[in-house]
Protein backbone atom coordinates (compact mmCIF):
# COMPACT_ATOMS: atom_id res chain seq x y z
CA UNK A 1 0.00 0.00 0.00
CA UNK A 2 1.72 3.65 -0.77
CA UNK A 3 0.55 6.46 1.20
CA UNK A 4 1.44 9.82 0.60
CA UNK A 5 0.75 13.17 2.35
CA UNK A 6 -0.27 16.69 1.10
CA UNK A 7 -0.17 20.20 2.26
CA UNK A 8 -2.51 22.71 1.30
CA UNK A 9 -2.48 27.22 2.35
CA UNK A 10 -4.96 29.40 1.08
CA UNK A 11 -6.21 33.22 2.12
CA UNK A 12 -8.32 35.07 1.09
CA UNK A 13 -9.20 38.74 1.65
CA UNK A 14 -12.36 39.94 3.56
CA UNK A 15 -14.63 42.64 2.56
CA UNK A 16 -17.99 43.90 3.71
CA UNK A 17 -20.83 42.92 1.20
CA UNK A 18 -19.56 39.46 0.64
CA UNK A 19 -20.58 36.24 1.51
CA UNK A 20 -18.07 34.30 4.16
CA UNK A 21 -18.60 30.47 2.73
CA UNK A 22 -16.35 28.20 5.20
CA UNK A 23 -16.28 24.34 4.93
CA UNK A 24 -19.03 24.29 2.35
CA UNK A 25 -21.24 26.40 4.97
CA UNK A 26 -22.60 29.79 5.10
CA UNK A 27 -21.58 32.03 8.32
CA UNK A 28 -23.31 34.84 8.89
CA UNK A 29 -20.89 37.52 9.43
CA UNK A 30 -20.77 41.13 8.14
CA UNK A 31 -17.91 40.56 6.42
CA UNK A 32 -17.10 37.65 4.05
CA UNK A 33 -14.43 36.43 0.99
CA UNK A 34 -13.38 38.36 -2.02
CA UNK A 35 -13.10 35.63 -4.85
CA UNK A 36 -13.75 34.50 -8.49
CA UNK A 37 -15.33 31.61 -6.95
CA UNK A 38 -17.75 31.28 -3.58
CA UNK A 39 -14.02 32.03 -1.56
CA UNK A 40 -14.65 28.97 0.58
CA UNK A 41 -10.65 29.17 1.55
CA UNK A 42 -11.05 26.12 3.33
CA UNK A 43 -12.12 24.20 1.22
CA UNK A 44 -9.97 25.52 -1.54
CA UNK A 45 -6.86 24.68 1.17
CA UNK A 46 -8.21 20.75 1.40
CA UNK A 47 -8.44 20.70 -2.32
CA UNK A 48 -4.62 21.75 -2.95
CA UNK A 49 -3.83 19.38 0.25
CA UNK A 50 -5.40 16.52 -1.79
CA UNK A 51 -3.92 17.77 -5.25
CA UNK A 52 -0.16 17.99 -3.75
CA UNK A 53 -1.15 14.79 -2.07
CA UNK A 54 -1.29 12.90 -5.45
CA UNK A 55 1.42 14.81 -7.44
CA UNK A 56 -1.05 16.93 -9.55
CA UNK A 57 -0.41 20.61 -8.99
CA UNK A 58 -2.35 22.95 -7.31
CA UNK A 59 -6.33 24.08 -7.65
CA UNK A 60 -5.27 27.49 -9.79
CA UNK A 61 -3.85 25.14 -12.17
CA UNK A 62 -6.73 22.73 -12.57
CA UNK A 63 -9.39 25.70 -12.30
CA UNK A 64 -7.46 28.90 -12.94
CA UNK A 65 -9.86 32.13 -11.71
CA UNK A 66 -9.42 33.43 -15.43
CA UNK A 67 -11.56 30.61 -16.70
CA UNK A 68 -15.39 32.35 -16.19
CA UNK A 69 -16.63 28.70 -15.85
CA UNK A 70 -15.60 29.34 -12.21
CA UNK A 71 -17.06 32.08 -11.84
CA UNK A 72 -18.80 31.85 -8.20
CA UNK A 73 -18.63 28.13 -8.58
CA UNK A 74 -19.37 25.98 -5.01
CA UNK A 75 -16.64 25.23 -3.79
CA UNK A 76 -18.10 21.93 -2.53
CA UNK A 77 -18.22 21.47 -6.50
CA UNK A 78 -14.98 22.19 -6.58
CA UNK A 79 -13.72 19.87 -3.71
CA UNK A 80 -15.59 17.03 -4.98
CA UNK A 81 -13.88 17.55 -8.61
CA UNK A 82 -10.77 17.21 -7.11
CA UNK A 83 -11.58 14.23 -5.15
CA UNK A 84 -12.81 12.07 -7.98
CA UNK A 85 -9.32 13.21 -10.23
CA UNK A 86 -7.75 11.64 -7.09
CA UNK A 87 -10.08 8.78 -7.02
CA UNK A 88 -9.14 7.86 -10.70
CA UNK A 89 -5.63 7.83 -9.68
CA UNK A 90 -6.34 5.09 -7.37
CA UNK A 91 -6.11 7.19 -3.86
CA UNK A 92 -9.02 7.64 -1.08
CA UNK A 93 -8.46 9.42 1.68
CA UNK A 94 -7.11 8.20 5.05
CA UNK A 95 -7.60 11.75 7.20
CA UNK A 96 -7.40 15.40 6.69
CA UNK A 97 -6.32 17.76 9.33
CA UNK A 98 -7.00 21.71 9.12
CA UNK A 99 -6.12 25.12 10.64
CA UNK A 100 -8.61 27.91 10.16
CA UNK A 101 -7.10 31.24 11.23
CA UNK A 102 -9.86 34.42 11.59
CA UNK A 103 -9.96 36.64 14.35
CA UNK A 104 -13.59 36.82 14.04
CA UNK A 105 -16.16 35.54 13.87
CA UNK A 106 -15.81 32.46 16.17
CA UNK A 107 -16.23 29.68 14.33
CA UNK A 108 -16.21 26.39 17.14
CA UNK A 109 -19.63 25.91 16.90
CA UNK A 110 -19.62 25.30 13.53
CA UNK A 111 -16.98 22.75 13.20
CA UNK A 112 -19.45 19.68 13.41
CA UNK A 113 -21.21 21.44 10.36
CA UNK A 114 -18.02 22.09 8.71
CA UNK A 115 -16.64 18.27 8.97
CA UNK A 116 -19.91 16.41 8.54
CA UNK A 117 -20.09 18.60 5.19
CA UNK A 118 -16.72 17.86 3.92
CA UNK A 119 -17.10 13.93 5.19
CA UNK A 120 -19.85 13.45 2.78
CA UNK A 121 -18.16 15.05 -0.12
CA UNK A 122 -15.20 12.74 0.64
CA UNK A 123 -16.64 9.40 0.92
CA UNK A 124 -15.37 9.17 4.86
CA UNK A 125 -16.56 9.00 8.36
CA UNK A 126 -16.34 12.49 10.29
CA UNK A 127 -14.00 11.07 12.89
CA UNK A 128 -11.66 11.49 9.55
CA UNK A 129 -11.78 14.78 9.37
CA UNK A 130 -10.12 17.62 12.14
CA UNK A 131 -10.83 20.95 11.97
CA UNK A 132 -9.70 23.80 14.31
CA UNK A 133 -9.80 27.41 14.07
CA UNK A 134 -8.10 29.94 15.66
CA UNK A 135 -7.12 33.69 16.12
CA UNK A 136 -3.73 35.58 15.77
CA UNK A 137 -4.27 37.59 19.02
CA UNK A 138 -5.02 40.52 16.70
CA UNK A 139 -1.62 40.40 14.92
CA UNK A 140 -1.48 40.40 11.50
CA UNK A 141 -3.74 39.90 8.27
CA UNK A 142 -6.53 37.52 9.93
CA UNK A 143 -5.99 39.58 13.60
CA UNK A 144 -6.56 43.03 11.71
CA UNK A 145 -9.69 41.28 10.21
CA UNK A 146 -8.40 41.86 6.26
CA UNK A 147 -8.69 38.28 5.61
CA UNK A 148 -9.00 34.42 6.42
CA UNK A 149 -6.22 32.11 6.12
CA UNK A 150 -6.03 27.94 6.05
CA UNK A 151 -3.79 25.01 6.25
CA UNK A 152 -4.62 21.59 5.47
CA UNK A 153 -3.16 18.34 5.69
CA UNK A 154 -4.39 15.18 4.30
CA UNK A 155 -3.09 11.45 4.28
CA UNK A 156 -4.43 9.48 1.08
CA UNK A 157 -3.33 5.84 0.51
CA UNK A 158 -3.34 4.17 -2.71
CA UNK A 159 -6.42 1.43 -2.87
CA UNK A 160 -5.18 -0.75 -5.18
Known sequence: ????????????????G?????G????PHEKG???????DVLLHAICDALLGAAGMRDIGFH????????????????LALVYGMIRVRGYNLVNLDATIAAQRPKLKDRIPEMEAVIAA????????????????EKLGFEGREE??????????RNVE
Not at 147 to 156: C, E, F, M, N, Y
Open 121 to 136: ILECSQDDINIKATTT
Open 63 to 78: FPDTDSAYKNIDSKKL
Open 24 to 27: GILI
Open 1 to 16: MKIRIGQGYDVHQLAV
Open 18 to 22: EELWL
Open 147 to 156: GISVQAVVLI
Open 33 to 39: TVAHSDG
